[in-house]
T-cell receptor, first 113, second 112 residues
Framework: AQSVTQLDSQVPVFEEAPVELRCNYSSSVSVYLFWYVQYPNQGLQLLLKYLSGSTLVKGINGFEAEFNKSQTSFHLRKPSVHISDTAEYFC???????????FGPGTSLSVIP | DADVTQTPRNRITKTGKRIMLECSQT?????MYWYRQDPGLGLRLIYY???????NKGEISDGYSVSRQAQAKFSLSLESAIPNQTALYFCATSDTTYYEQYFGPGTRLTVT
């Protein structure tokens, strides 16, 4: 079965420091990859997505992610975080031949002033 | 106005009661989903519907049922609520190509 692993359940980081949130998935076939963000007391919204083409994908709010097919990873990065980035981040994967999206367990990012 | 709306936003109910959560969307998508979010478990799919006549079980459908009343409306029912159904419930829609998900604001359900 397809699975998505987010290795860090909680990531505390100081304001203006860089951050990387890790995501690995189990699939040997073509995939579509997504990162969603959930701010407190809100629904999820799309941060960025990889569908095809360039492996470096840029999203909203200064986030970017890199698709690494050989390592089956899609790590999310931001060079300098703000307090407003405090949220839950979910990685999601869909095999191109599959009719559902699988979500990871989430990483809680806490930005410390 | 929000593209995907959910009602109610919060609900407290007692064990054994029937409860319905409603979802409406204005995105014009055929595909709609119900997810459950629990801390540390991420989102788990309860049911999904690819059109009005096509409803499918997800990974945790036991204890739940759904109704797709129209392209824009997808309801989730708990026939006899139990405490371990206490969770945050999300409705979502998606396109038909990449399945990019568009989420509602969520319903926080507490079963006492």
């Amino acid at each position: 079965a397809q699975s998505v692993t987010q290795l860090d359940s909680q990531v505390p980081v100081f304001e203006e420091a860089p951050v990387e949130l890790r995501c690995n998935y189990s699939s040997s076939v073509s995939v579509y990859l997504f990162w969603y963000v959930q701010y407190p007391n809100q629904g999820l919204q799309l941060l960025l997505k990889y569908l095809s083409g360039s492996t470096l994908v840029k999203g909203i709010n200064g986030f970017e992610a890199e698709f690494n097919k050989s390592q089956t990873s899609f790590h999310l990065r931001k060079p300098s975080v703000h307090i407003s980035d405090t949220a839950e981040y979910f990685c999601a994967v869909r095999k191109t031949s599959y009719d559902k999206v699988i979500f990871g367990p989430g990483t809680s990012l806490s930005v410390i002033p | 106005d929000a593209d995907v709306t959910q009602t109610p936003r919060n609900r407290i109910t007692k064990t054994g009661k029937r409860i319905m959560l409603e979802c409406s969307q204005t995105k014009g998508h055929d595909r709609m989903y119900w997810y459950r979010q629990d801390p540390g478990l991420g989102l788990r799919l309860i049911y999904y519907s690819f059109d009005v006549k096509d409803i499918n079980k997800g990974e945790i459908s036991d204890g739940y049922s759904v109704s797709r009343q129209a392209q824009a409306k997808f309801s989730l029912s708990l026939e006899s609520a139990i405490p371990n159904q206490t969770a945050l419930y999300f409705c979502a829609t998606s396109d038909t190509t990449y399945y990019e998900q568009y989420f509602g604001p969520g319903t926080r359900l507490t079963v006492t």
